[in-house]
């Protein structure tokens, strides 16, 4: 192994670059500390002393950040402009996000940490625009959301992936404020 120099900002940060590859490539089961370790050229030693446990490393890997703005007084026709923009940027930009969603397909660790990132910073959020039925109407819209995102940017489904993020936003604008504020199913 190659001896790196010492920067404790810097191997951390490799650390984590290579921890969101490998969860995003291999899924949160088949990465180990160790394969972590050697794409750094590190000592599995050195990950557990910076992050502790896997799952540890995991959540700090996955954390992310979705900006959304204040939804109270929206209009039901501008919900969708307001949102989806943010969301396009998460999937497209955040490395941690891409990670998670990756490892959440077959990680049962990593869908309860979406389930829970979604539950604590974008429920709050959307619940201020449903007019009734919450707790659905937020579900289903995160299924839906999380479902573009896989189709676009996990699978790479060709017409859905090479849709602009302007065409993308009119043919899910519709569909995401029925979701949110649209009638509800009698």
Request: charge should be negative; charged fraction near 25%.
């Amino acid at each position: 192994m190659t001896k790196r120099p010492r920067n404790a900002a810097q191997t951390r940060a490799d650390i984590l670059a290579a921890a969101r590859r490998r969860f995003a490539g291999d899924g949160y089961d088949r990465t180990t500390l160790r394969a972590i370790a050697t794409d750094v050229g590190v000592d599995a030693a050195l990950v557990i002393r910076y992050f502790g446990s896997k799952q540890d490393l995991f959540a700090t890997a996955t954390e992310f950040t979705i900006e959304l703005p204040d939804l109270t007084d929206a209009e039901p026709d501008e919900i969708a402009d307001m949102l989806l923009p943010r969301y396009f940027a998460v999937w497209e930009e955040d490395h941690s996000f891409m990670a998670l969603l990756q490892a959440a397909m077959t990680s049962r660790v990593a869908a309860d940490t979406l389930n829970e990132t979604l539950a604590t910073h974008v429920a709050p959020t959307l619940k201020a625009a449903t007019p009734d039925h919450d707790q659905q109407r937020i579900a289903l819209t995160d299924a839906f959301v999380i479902g573009l995102a896989a189709t676009r940017s996990v699978l790479g489904n060709l017409p859905a992936a090479e849709l602009s993020r302007d065409e993308l936003r009119q043919w899910a604008a519709p569909v995401f404020r029925q979701l949110l504020v649209g009638p509800a199913p009698s």
